[in-house]
């Protein structure tokens, strides 16, 4: 399965795309984002994730 997405409809924002993949052979889902200015724009928002998401899934209704 694979998924694309426009992260932000706001013009005014950054322009982000988002890929969502389902590996069966390793059972993964992995998410890219692409559409930064830079590599240290994309490192910020790495890192922001990194702070977010784990808290985001956690306090998700959907069982994991």
Request: glycine share 2%; net charge negative.
């Amino acid at each position: 399965m694979t998924s694309t997405n426009h992260v932000n409809p706001n013009p005014d924002a950054l322009q982000l795309d988002m890929q969502v993949l389902v590996s069966e052979e390793d059972k993964s889902v992995y998410v890219k984002i692409s559409g930064f200015d830079d590599i240290n724009e994309a490192d910020k928002y790495a890192e922001y994730l990194t702070e977010v998401l784990p808290l985001m899934l956690f306090e998700s209704e959907v069982k994991h």
